[in-house]
């Protein structure tokens, strides 16, 4: 009998789209964000906006576009 696929196995939305590494990084980004304002509020004019950008246009980028390690098959034919 054949097996029916989902409408998430045939759009191929299976897994996660994310890693450990990019919620790893989109985290940092988030914290560099927070501390940024924090920092921000108490008047912090040189390293609130430095923090900022690192984690709006640095951090959060990279851990969306962060592939990761990719697993390679050992198969081996002979």
Same mark, same amino acid.
């Given at each position: 009998?054949?097996? =029916?696929?989902?409408?998430?196995? $045939? /759009? ?10 990019? *919620?790893?990084?989109? !985290?940092?980004?988030?914290? /560099? ?19 900022? =950008?690192? !984690? *709006?246009?640095?951090?959060?980028? =990279? !851990?969306?576009?962060? !592939? ?5 098959? =050992? $198969?081996?034919?002979?």
């Amino acid at each position: 009998m054949a097996k =029916v696929k989902t409408e998430q196995e $045939t /759009a191929g939305l299976t897994g996660l789209p994310f890693t450990k590494e990019n *919620y790893i990084l989109m !985290g940092a980004a988030l914290a /560099a964000i927070i501390f940024g304002y924090i920092l921000l509020g108490s008047g912090s004019i040189t390293m609130a906006p430095i923090l900022l =950008v690192l !984690g *709006y246009c640095v951090l959060f980028p =990279v !851990g969306i576009i962060w !592939g990761g390690r990719k697993r390679k098959d =050992v $198969t081996e034919q002979e």
